[in-house]
């Protein structure tokens, strides 16, 4: 599954003191990461809403439980494209739906890929933005952006936008650094009752959501 195509930079992730993440490159320029932009031009009204509704408590619990839980999916997915031993160890609960979520990730998901060119791949829009892609390659005979997500249950198409736009950013990049023409996103998602599903954007949607994604980049450095 794994071909080496392009030279991926190893760009540098820092903290900056008002705890923004941001990625440098061979500049040495700092800048912000796809998800942080993303997360300052949201609408925050329905996570605010949430986290009232079950408590602070509650919803640090169940945020620090989600991302462990991710965690150990893309570190399991990464290692089995790598050929690595991806073998996730514990038989408590958040083990034991890592173990399920992985598995059907690969048997839904990497079944319909063809090649990847690399995992975790940094990306860099010089002076923009950057970001690291859980893989690239040639997903059902087309290059696209593959990403990876964990999900308390399958989520609906039209709540998943930020992430087409963060695909979205991505590809903008690659295409800037290695002169490639990706136009497709695929977002493979698992939950954590075993059910998957997979979302593309393609063509004239991936250029809907390419401009949606501009929208919120100047949003962010127009503040």
Request: charged letters at 30%; aromatic letters at 10%.
């Amino acid at each position: 599954m794994l071909e080496t195509k392009y030279e991926y930079p190893k760009l540098k992730r820092v903290t900056a003191k008002s705890g923004q993440r941001q990625y440098t490159g061979d500049d040495n320029n700092p800048v912000p990461s796809v998800t942080t932009i993303l997360s300052a031009t949201g609408d925050k009204t329905a996570l605010i809403n949430w986290r009232k509704r079950v408590g602070e408590a509650e919803a640090t619990r169940i945020s620090t439980e989600s991302a462990g839980l991710g965690t150990k999916v893309h570190n399991a997915l990464e290692k089995y494209i790598l050929l690595e031993e991806y073998e996730i160890k514990g038989n408590n609960h958040i083990s034991v739906m890592a173990k399920n979520m992985v598995n059907e990730m690969i048997d839904k998901g990497l079944s319909k890929v063809d090649a990847i060119y690399g995992v975790e791949v940094g990306l860099i829009a010089q002076g923009l933005y950057a970001g690291t892609s859980d893989a690239i390659g040639m997903y059902e005979g087309e290059e696209a952006i593959i990403d990876f997500k964990t999900s308390k249950k399958i989520k609906k198409r039209e709540w998943i936008e930020d992430y087409f736009m963060q695909g979205c950013a991505y590809a903008l990049a690659h295409n800037e650094m290695f002169n490639t023409k990706i136009k497709k996103v695929v977002i493979l998602m698992v939950d954590r009752e075993g059910n998957f599903a997979e979302f593309t954007i393609k063509d004239d949607e991936f250029v809907e959501y390419c401009n949606k994604w501009s929208d919120r980049l100047t949003d962010y450095y127009s503040k």
